[in-house]
């Protein structure tokens, strides 16, 4: 085997499967793909894979029970491809123990990245997403990933974009370690930095108005001159 | 006089049975009261007939006699006998009793008295002529000498004075008490009322809550109607009301059938609609003309959003999200920054946390299409926020055109869309408005546009807070 990504695709459309696995494959990918879960359970048997592309509405076993299936035999991470871009939709296929999800119609390109995310997450030794999802606390804050939700100590949401959210989970999962924007970058969004990127800065300073007390004098998300951020103070993970 | 009406079935109904029977025991105690009073003077007409037979017999057995003297001179008091004038004793212009008259010159003819013509008259005082001609008085003259009813005293209520012409001419006057036997009829009446009122009363509690009760449950199951989320409610009451509650219950039911069907409807409609939609822009990628490209992507990106609008709006209501408490500043943030990612200008100053109990998803659309349009139409949003005691208004705000007023409502139409949008080939919906409004409403608030002093479309969005 050489070291190409090995995609599983599981999609019974046919017109959408076949130029995405052609868009995959010219992008470097090795792809296998299944019209549907029995068919994508035979494959299994006979490949091992890097990830799994999953479309949820299939006929027969839908998507949602064959990422259980996955789930309770590998870890090998799995994206949702949803035609339902209903937030419920969304809680319960990562509280099934999705990695992500992208609702069509999505931009190919920012399903590779997404697949270089989560398999940039997995290798790093983070694993795939537990299934139950975890829940963060930090200086009075709660995020819970399974809803994607950030909610303050008076119990009042805050919403963030995915941006920011990818962002602070990015920090929280490695706090009291100081992450440059290379890393950053890499973490969040699966691509290096570009000259005088400011992509991170401006996540960040996003992030520090909406949780800071004060923006300018920075308690949780803490700038390291030289090196790049830090989140600072106790974190619990539950 | 409506203010006065009772509101509800059961007060109603209780007003209706109290005042039928006010009306029914008002005519009971007339008739009652005037068939008393006859009464009196029918007793009192009796007794004074009596007494003139009797003289009348006397006259004819002994003959007419003048009147005895005692020793000393003055003349025997035949007291309570009629005395004898040549004349009638009654006045004109006194008050003349026919029915009385007729009557007791049919008992003279029954008895074979030869009586030529009676008179009788009612009168308050015994005229001074007469006091010693009077049936019932003792010698206090003013007291019965008859025990009333239930040990009461008897009131005198008037008298009657009867005056006979018997066969020589001459005039018989008597002189009768009326006596009221029953004083307290009329409190007898008002209490006897009273207690109907009170037993009624009872039953017809028990019978109003009996059919107002379901009907109650029944308003109320159709104000909190949720199609097909709402438990049915339970058939109680009369057969009617059990009956109009099971077509109810049935009804939800078929609502809620209904409404199951639509979404599962449009969930089909938007998995047949995206996925070629998708495929469309995976095959997009590999077109290599980068202008071209774009563009063919812009399109399909707008195609995805009217679809995304068509089927918010018509699951509105339909949402599992719960409303939470959030923090607007920190959504409109969001939201802004969204724009202003993508070159637009949009401007926002936070000023202090603000929170609210909204469904986030749903108001960050309706945001995000209130400041799309303003940088769509309106080259820029500036963004404020005003709070007031029970209201959160959030103003955006554009440099653009504005609205003609007499526009403005039908802005808010679905598929409406200003003339400069259609002009300059803008693309939308034109649901954005529509959804906005739809989704703020369910919140109950509300989506205002106004044209700006300075120029310009102000968009408010409003919501109540608590």
């Known amino acids: ?238 | 006089m409506k203010r006065l009406l009772p509101k509800s079935l059961i007060g109603q109904l209780l007003a209706l049975v109290a005042i039928t029977l006010l009306i029914a025991q008002a005519i009971n105690i007339v008739l009652l009261y005037r068939g008393a009073q006859n009464q009196k003077i029918v007793e009192a007409s009796v007794s004074a007939v009596g007494r003139i037979t009797g003289e009348v017999e006397r006259i004819n057995e002994r003959g007419f006699r003048e009147r005895r003297v005692r020793r000393d001179g003055s003349p025997r008091v035949r007291r309570n006998r009629p005395n004898i004038t040549a004349q009638s004793s009654i006045e004109a212009g006194q008050r003349r009793l026919p029915a009385v008259e007729e009557r007791a010159a049919r008992a003279f003819d029954n008895m074979g008295i030869d009586v030529r013509a009676v008179e009788v008259v009612l009168v308050d005082m015994v005229p001074a002529n007469m006091t010693n001609s009077v049936i019932g008085l003792g010698r206090e003259r003013r007291r019965l000498r008859a025990i009333g009813y239930r040990g009461t005293v008897n009131e005198i209520d008037g008298y009657i004075i009867m005056s006979a012409q018997i066969a020589d001419g001459q005039w018989l006057n008597i002189a009768s008490a009326v006596r009221d036997r029953n004083p307290k009829l009329v409190r007898t009446l008002f209490f006897q009322t009273a207690v109907i009122y009170l037993i009624l009363m009872i039953p017809l509690i028990w019978l109003g809550r009996y059919i107002s009760r379901p009907l109650k449950a029944l308003t109320k199951g159709a104000q909190d109607f949720k199609p097909g989320a709402s438990d049915p409610i339970e058939e109680s009451g009369p057969p009617d009301t059990k009956q109009l509650i099971a077509a109810f219950n049935d009804m939800n039911g078929r609502v809620g059938a209904m409404l199951d069907e639509k979404d599962v409807m449009l969930g089909a409609i938007g998995h047949d609609l995206r996925t070629p939609l998708a495929a469309l822009r995976v095959r997009v990628e590999s077109v290599d003309d980068d202008n071209e490209r774009e563009r063919m992507i812009a399109g399909i990106d707008d195609m995805d959003r009217t679809l995304d609008d068509i089927l918010s709006l018509a699951r509105l209501g339909r949402t599992d999200e719960t409303a939470e408490p959030t923090d607007i500043s920190a959504l409109i943030e969001t939201v802004a920054d969204e724009y202003s990612d993508m070159g637009e200008h949009v401007s926002f100053t936070r000023s202090g946390r603000i929170t609210a109990n909204i469904r986030a998803t749903l108001i960050r659309r309706a945001l995000r299409n209130l400041i799309g349009n303003a940088v769509k139409y309106g080259k820029q949003a500036a963004i404020t926020v005003d709070k007031t005691d029970d209201k959160l208004l959030i103003h955006v705000d554009d440099s653009g055109q504005g609205i003609p007023e007499n526009q403005m409502e039908a802005m808010f139409e679905p598929f409406v869309r200003a003339e400069i949008s259609r002009n300059r080939e803008t693309g939308g919906s034109g649901l954005g408005l529509t959804l906005a409004r739809a989704i703020v409403r369910d919140h109950g608030g509300d989506v205002v546009l106004q044209n700006r002093e300075e120029g310009g479309l102000r968009a408010s969005l409003i919501l109540n807070l608590n």
Not at chain 1, 203 to 227: C, F, H, M, Y
Request: charged fraction near 25%; include cysteine; aromatic fraction near 6%.
């Open chain 1, 1 to 238: 085997m050489s070291g190409q990504t090995h995609i599983l695709l599981v999609d019974d459309e046919a017109s959408l499967r076949e130029p995405l696995a052609e868009y995959l494959t010219k992008q470097g990918f090795r792809v296998q793909q299944a019209s549907d879960a029995s068919q994508a359970r035979s494959v299994m048997n006979a490949f091992n894979f890097d990830i799994i592309l999953l479309d949820i509405m299939m006929p027969g076993e839908d998507g949602l029970s064959f990422c259980r299936h996955v789930r309770e035999k590998t870890e090998t991470p799995v994206i949702f491809i949803s035609a339902k871009g209903e937030e419920l939709e969304r809680i319960v296929g990562l509280e099934l123990g999705a990695d992500d999800y992208v609702t069509k119609p999505f931009s190919p390109r920012e399903l590779v990245a997404r697949i270089k995310v989560v398999l940039r997450r997995t290798n790093n030794g983070n694993g795939i997403n537990p299934g139950s999802g975890s829940i963060y606390q930090f200086s009075g804050w709660t995020l819970k990933t399974d809803q994607r939700s950030l909610i303050d100590g008076e119990g009042v949401a805050v919403p963030l974009s995915s941006g920011e959210y990818q962002m602070l989970l990015a920090l929280l999962s490695r706090a009291g370690q100081v992450l440059n924007r290379d890393q950053l970058l890499d973490i969040t969004q699966g691509r290096e930095a570009h000259a005088f990127d400011r992509a991170v800065d401006n996540q960040v300073s996003r992030l520090r108005r909406k949780i800071e007390a004060d923006p300018k004098n920075p308690e949780i998300i803490k700038t390291v001159w030289g090196g790049g951020y830090v989140l600072a103070g106790d974190v619990k993970t539950l």
